[in-house]
């Protein structure tokens, strides 16, 4: 059965330190993945998607197969990235998402 | 464009009511998904809906609950004979088609379902 974990409920780091957010899925068919954010008071949106291999607000991630991972990156946490992170494996046909639960990111000054 | 709307924003609901949660999506979306994010959880796909169709109701729960997306009108997410237990956030997302890997979901800002 496909599932998403995200082992980490809360990630506190400091201003300018490297941030990971880690997310491993489980899942027979050919994974598509995607990091989605939600900011204090904001709509869940999406953050980035691995097949665009795109870099967005410093955020990258890469899908390793071998290790069944995508986790989240960036080198140099900022304030603003304080959210609530969810990794989303497509699903289902590419009908539906399935979340993991969720790592709350706090950077503190 | 708003984007997707979703009313009540907060549902108080006594057990055994029915609670009726809608969702208008963007402008030009006629593809409507429904998830349910209970406490301490991700959220979790329910029901996946074109115009006047339902495509994939699998994450639904067989009984006394139940989805439509008329021609004319906002998605609704019907819930009969609540229990404590459907107490959560119900999240509507929309795209404009069903095909996810090219296509972001959009989605609204969530109705907060408590049953007393």
């Known amino acids: 059965a496909q599932r998403v974990t995200q082992p980490e409920k809360l990630l506190s780091v400091f201003k300018g330190a490297p941030v990971e957010l880690k997310c491993n899925y489980s899942?027979?068919?050919?994974?598509?993945l995607f990091w989605y954010v939600q900011y204090s008071r904001q709509r869940l949106q999406l953050l980035l998607r691995?097949?665009s291999r795109e870099s967005i607000k410093g955020f990258t991630a890469d899908l390793n197969k071998g290790e069944t991972s995508f986790h989240l990156k960036k080198p140099f946490a900022q304030e603003e990235d304080s959210a609530m992170y969810y990794c989303?494996?497509?699903?289902?046909?590419?009908?539906?998402?399935?979340f993991g639960t969720g790592t709350q990111l706090k950077v503190e000054l | 464009n708003a984007g997707v709307m979703q009313n009540p924003r907060h549902l108080v609901r006594r057990r055994g009511q029915e609670a009726r949660l809608r969702c208008s999506p963007m402008k030009g979306h006629s593809h409507v998904y429904w998830y349910r994010q209970l406490p301490e959880e991700g959220l979790k796909f329910m029901v996946y809906l074109q115009k006047e169709n339902i495509i994939d109701e699998s994450g639904m729960p067989k009984e006394r609950f139940s989805a439509e997306f008329p021609k004319e009108g906002p998605s609704i997410l019907r819930i009969q004979q609540v229990v404590r237990g459907d107490s959560a956030a119900y999240f509507c997302?929309?795209?404009?088609?069903?095909?996810?890997?090219?296509?972001?979901?959009?989605f609204g800002p969530g109705t907060r379902l408590t049953v007393t």
């Open positions: 997302a929309s795209s404009p088609t069903g095909d996810l890997a090219s296509y972001e979901q959009y």
């Open positions: 691995h097949i």
């Open positions: 989303a494996l497509l699903t289902g046909g590419g009908n539906k998402l399935t």
């Open positions: 899942y027979s068919g050919s994974p598509e």
